[in-house]
């Protein structure tokens, strides 16, 4: 395992249903992160984890949205009731708790909602 | 008020010229600043970090800091067409990372 895996990479999905995405992070990587990017926009910050403790959310961020890191290894992202506004590129990374700011990106998954 | 700001562009440079890309952060308590590249189609990689005021080389790339003007910019000497992308500015409060819109480059051959 050499970088950040992320599935799945493309979801169709029709507006009111559930979408989960899931990210394996790097191995020996503590902090794994989520953001949302748009086209023409740069990622916007979601949420992070350290471990298995989510220790920030964006206010912006809706009730709908909902993430986990069971034992601090993989990260799920789950989005219910989606709307067409939720349609963007999840993105995934991981980083070392020691460089605060370095992050490496997986692929995204690429969320459509009719 | 944007936390982190960025020239528009697109800006387009002739290969062999130098790429000036700007970025401005509005909270001063920002700590580290990053400059990633996201080529089309691809998931931003990063390039560069500094903390510090002052200037940091790294080959053809150099970041610049202003902290008292709340400013960073990134210099790319010899501009290939291969530096052709968007270059996303990031700051750090914490651990969150919080990047700018982006500046999309073109190095025209």
């Known amino acids: ?48 984890f350290q471990n298995e403790a989510q220790l920030e959310k964006s206010r912006l961020l809706s009730d709908r949205f909902s993430a986990e890191r069971p034992k601090g290894s993989f990260s799920t992202l789950e989005i219910q009731r989606t709307e067409q506004g939720d349609s963007a590129m999840y993105l995934c990374a991981s980083s070392h708790s020691g460089v605060t700011g370095e992050l490496f990106f997986g692929e995204g998954s690429r969320l459509t909602v009719l | 008020q944007k936390e982190v700001e960025q020239n528009s562009g697109p800006l387009s440079v002739p290969e062999g010229a130098i790429a000036s890309l700007n970025c401005t952060y509005s909270d001063r308590g920002s700590q580290s600043f990053f400059w990633y590249r996201q080529y089309s189609g ?4 990063l390039i560069m970090f500094i903390y510090s005021n002052g200037d940091k080389e790294d080959g053809r790339f150099t970041a610049q800091l202003n902290k008292a003007s709340q400013y960073v910019s990134l210099l790319i000497r010899d501009s290939q067409p291969s530096d052709s992308a968007t270059y996303l500015c990031a700051v750090t409060r914490g651990s969150r990372l919080t990047f700018g819109e982006g500046t999309q480059l073109t190095v025209n051959p």
């Open chain 1, 1 to 48: 395992d050499t970088g950040v895996s992320q599935n799945p990479r493309h979801k169709i999905t029709k507006r009111g249903q559930n979408v989960t995405f899931r990210c394996d992070p790097i191995s020996e990587h503590n902090r794994l992160y989520w953001y949302r990017q748009t086209l023409g926009q740069g990622p916007e910050f979601l949420t992070y």
């Open chain 2, 42 to 45: 691809k998931s931003p990689e």
